[in-house]
């Protein structure tokens, strides 16, 4: 069955306090890695995919890399408007298969 | 309008009461989805829809029905629905498929009491 387990699941950043968020995945086969920001009463919204290990994607202060087993989600010198939840999706490779989604985890950036 | 709107964004309704969501995609996409997101929990896919046809019932109770009468228009009927149901229910489309990637609405926040 695939999985996708999140961490840590709350993260609280001083405003320039770098750190990264953890995506570990378990498919069969991965066809491609999504990245999500979702703020409080809204819908996620797309920030990233990521196809296959090794490859990097960025926008803004944010970075996403990926590996055969995890991902992560890179912030540099965040500000207190990143301050959101950023959801990890996976897709299968095998057949037409629905995107697999983390729990999530929630950023707080206090300036 | 654009992206993916939905109507009403907030909805209060007791367990008898029969209510509706709508969603509506101005992007263009074939694929339409309904997504249900509750605390604590990721997100549950229910139903799914690829040119107006479904696709994906996600083992959803009846009292949730899906009509996608066009490729551009979801719905949600809700009937004699349970406390249980209370969440967040999010629309979202896609060009094609599962394999593109999908845009979200900003999604209904719905109270049962």
């Known amino acids: 069955e695939d999985q996708v387990t999140q961490s840590p699941e709350a993260l609280r950043l001083q405003e320039g306090e770098s750190s990264s968020l953890n995506c570990s995945y378990t498919v069969s086969g991965l066809r491609g890695l999504f990245w999500y920001r979702q703020d409080p009463g809204k819908g996620p919204e797309f920030l990233f995919t990521l196809y296959s290990a090794g490859e990097e994607k960025e926008k803004e202060r944010l970075k996403a890399t990926l590996t055969k087993k995890e991902s992560f989600l890179h912030i540099t010198a965040p500000k207190p408007e990143d301050s959101a939840t950023y959801l990890c999706a996976v897709q299968a490779l095998s057949g037409n298969t629905p995107l697999v989604f983390g729990k999530g985890t929630r950023l707080s950036v206090i300036a | 309008e654009t992206g993916v709107t939905q109507t009403p964004r907030h909805l209060v309704m007791g367990m008898t009461n029969k209510k509706s969501l709508k969603c509506e995609q101005h992007?263009?996409?074939?694929?339409m989805y309904w997504y249900k997101q509750s605390a604590k929990k990721p997100l549950e896919l229910m139903f799914v829809y690829n040119f107006k046809e479904q696709t994906e019932n996600n083992s959803v109770p009846s009292r949730f029905s899906p009509e996608c009468p066009n490729s551009s228009h979801l719905f949600l009927h809700l009937h004699t629905l349970q406390p249980e149901d209370s969440a967040l229910y999010l629309c979202?489309?896609?060009?094609?498929?599962?394999?593109?990637?999908?845009?979200f609405g900003p999604g209904t926040r719905l109270l049962v009491l």
């Open positions: 979202a489309s896609s060009q094609g498929g599962y394999q593109e990637t999908q845009y």
């Open positions: 992007l263009g996409h074939n694929a």
